[in-house]
């Protein structure tokens, strides 16, 4: 085993409700693993024999849904999808309750949710690791794979300086931590009204004290772009917010991602966006489909950083 995954023991048991609870050298490790079961994936294929994952969504997927299932499975575990509309949770089953009650089937959870506190109380009562699929506020699982991604096409991510455009959710703010504990310099250009959350900012200024990263919120998307290395960008209106899209459509005007911003970064700078996209929206296709774009390889990442998560909660290194 490489030894760089003994920093990861702690973590068996553990859940990921968000990606402040692991520490700088953790999260190194973990994307090493990721790349690692990418390249090598045979001597991982019974870590998680007789292991079954609850996959509980109570909102839309096709990533996460697909590359938990498929992981787990390639892994040597039984991935069990409960849609919210499916189970007894749709009709007001306690989240509790049904955490005590997966806790003595399964031997995981996944959790797709609305509020952060729903999270929290599911992970709670459970007596087995619980992991973040989305939730309003953070998209920790999406923020391993963009590391990775970032990691495979561009090397050490410490020093290297991130670009946020748009709203200030669940993505921004796992992204900022996500830089904050690898020492990547981050910036987020959002309208007034929807900047990142201010707990999440203190959050990661803490931690980035200690790595050498640094943070930068503003309102100007341009200014933020200048010379930096990776643009990121996703949707206007997330889930849950629908009855906000005209609104939110006039408020992030003048916040797409289009060639003449991404002329502003480095030559050599990557596009990600989480997916799914709106062309026209958010991004252009000539950038979502251009040279910059590592979106393809992002998405797939979700399948080996989950891998190397799950791996490192069931202390099945
Ligand atoms: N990026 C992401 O989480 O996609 P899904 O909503 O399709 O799972
Ligand atoms: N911010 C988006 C991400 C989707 C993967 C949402 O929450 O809908």
């Known amino acids: 085993m490489n030894p760089q ?34 390249a090598n994936p045979d001597p991982y294929r019974q870590c998680l024999k007789d292991k079954s994952f609850a996959l509980v969504f109570e909102k839309h997927s ?45 031997q995981g959870i996944v959790l797709r949710t609305y509020g952060q506190e729903r999270f929290d109380a599911m992970a709670g009562a459970s007596t087995i690791p619980v992991i973040n699929a989305l939730t309003d506020q953070f998209h920790p699982c999406q923020v391993l794979a963009d590391l990775q991604t970032i990691r495979e096409h561009r090397g050490a991510l410490a020093g290297k ?11 921004a703010h796992s992204l900022m931590l996500g830089c904050a504990l690898s020492g990547m310099h981050f910036r987020a250009a959002s309208p007034d009204g929807y900047l990142c959350n201010p707990d999440v900012v203190q959050t990661a200024e803490t931690i ?60 050599d700078a990557l596009f990600l966006h989480c997916l799914p996209a709106h062309r026209g929206e958010e991004v252009t296709a000539e950038v979502i489909d251009g040279r910059w774009s590592v979106v393809w390889d992002e998405a797939e990442n979700r399948l080996h950083a989950q891998k190397a998560l799950m791996l490192a909660l069931m202390g099945a290194l």
């Open 62 to 106: 096709t990533r996460t849904r697909v590359s938990f299932e498929v992981g787990v499975h390639e892994l040597g575990g039984n991935p069990i999808f409960l849609s919210r509309n499916e189970i007894q949770l749709g009709r007001g089953e306690p989240i509790e309750d049904t955490a005590m009650v997966l806790s003595r089937y399964v």
């Open 5 to 38: 995954y003994e920093t990861l023991r702690p973590l068996k048991g553990a859940s990921l409700g968000t990606l402040s609870t692991i520490t700088p050298d953790q999260l190194d490790a973990l994307l090493t693993l990721a790349s690692e079961v990418k």
């Open 208 to 267: 980035a004290a200690n790595t050498g990263a640094t943070l930068r919120l503003m309102t100007d998307p341009q200014g933020a772009v200048d010379g930096c290395d990776v643009v990121v960008t996703d949707v206007f209106t997330s889930m849950g917010q629908e009855d906000e899209q005209a609104k939110r459509l006039q408020a992030f005007e003048g916040y797409q991602v289009n060639e003449a911003l991404m002329n502003r970064a480095q030559s």
């Open 161 to 171: 300086t991130l670009t946020w455009i748009g709203d200030g959710n669940n993505m």
